[in-house]
């Protein structure tokens, strides 16, 4: 016999509910490990607090070892004020070893973000010590102090899985005290990310950067710029586009990629896609000749964004190489 909690004088509309919450660990470690087509295999240790100081604060620590790239970096994010203002400190060690150049540099800043998502801008000023090895050549020692301004535009029907909209970033990072640095120079830099649904089941992508560094010749190679590799050229190897130096590529003052990518979604999740990358860095626009690269993938919409997997052939080098994608890089 089933009996109501009316029938037991209860009023339903006042039944008690029952509430269990536990508290997110301030400190937190985590160790993760992955690879990547551009840099190789990883591991990756992260120490977090979230109450730094008891103030609020939120430092994160992480060690990031790839067989290229090392990297230790330390960030102090503040609470965003009454104003809107997101700060943030940062302290950065990184080395980096592709295409015969090793770069080594140890870096500070401290940067104000403001703005919703889809207007964001930036203000920052930072530091930078970097040590430069090229195979064949002398080694040499760089600095500058730099500040930037940056905005970021996000024009999109969705964040994490985009069918139609556009992403556009901006950024310059100029050093104007020669004192401070080996040379005044300027560096900007734009890139913009298109969507557009062709029919229900057909998406165009298309991607066009570009980048220029004018004032000092002896510009930090952090600032200057080289291409090839997942997010940049397909079908050549990271970083592998620039400036020849001996057996090495350097990087140059002018940069252009772009990409041409047509997905055809099979179902909700997977999809083929066909794609025509091209671009190239270089000292000078004279020398600024695109290199293409052209191939097939296959494309998966995860919880955490799109995921990609392509083969692409470099008409330059005549070779073949498998890249990997995961999210949208803005």
């Not at 010590?129 to 002398?138: C, M, Q």
């Not at 969705?158 to 040379?183: C, H, K």
């Not at 392509?310 to 949208?328: I, K, M, P, S, W």
Request: net charge neutral; aromatic share 10%.
């Amino acid at each position: 016999m089933e009996v109501s909690s009316r029938a037991e004088g209860v009023d339903p509309e006042a039944a008690p509910i029952v509430v269990n919450v536990t508290e997110l660990q301030a400190v937190q470690v985590g160790i993760g490990v992955g690879a990547s087509t551009n840099t190789g295999a990883r591991t990756t240790l992260t120490y977090q607090d979230l109450n730094l100081f008891n103030r609020g604060w939120r430092f994160t620590n992480t060690f990031k070892l790839e067989q290229k790239a090392q990297s230790l970096n330390s960030l102090i994010r503040l609470p965003t004020d009454k104003n809107g203002y997101r700060d943030s400190f940062n302290a950065d060690l990184n080395r980096i070893d592709v295409e015969g150049q090793t770069t080594s540099t140890l870096g500070t800043g401290v940067k104000r973000s403001w703005g919703p998502r889809s207007f964001e801008q930036t203000i920052g000023a930072a530091y930078l010590l970097e040590h430069v090895a090229v195979a064949g050549s002398d080694s040499q020692n760089n600095y500058a102090a730099t500040v930037s301004y940056g905005v970021t535009l996000r024009r999109i029907d969705n964040e994490l899985n985009p069918t139609r909209g556009y992403l556009f970033n901006a950024l310059f990072t100029s050093a104007p005290i020669d004192v401070m640095a080996n040379g005044k120079f300027l560096q900007s830099y734009a890139k913009v990310q298109a969507y557009y649904p062709l029919t229900r089941s057909t998406q165009f992508i298309g991607r066009l950067e570009g980048g220029v560094v004018t004032g000092a010749s002896n510009a930090p190679a952090t600032y200057l710029f080289r291409a090839g590799g997942d997010q940049s050229v397909r079908g050549y190897a990271y970083q592998s586009l620039g400036v020849a130096d001996g057996d090495a590529v350097i990087g140059g003052r002018y940069l252009v990629t772009g990409s041409l990518e047509v997905i055809q979604w099979l179902t909700e999740q997977w999809g083929a896609a066909a794609f025509v990358d091209f671009g190239n860095a270089a000292n000078t626009t004279r020398d600024l000749k695109p290199v293409y690269g052209y191939g097939l993938g296959a494309r998966f919409k995860s919880p955490a964004g799109p995921i990609g997997i392509d083969v692409a052939h470099g008409q330059e080098t005549g070779e073949y190489r498998l890249h990997f994608n995961l999210g949208v890089t803005f």
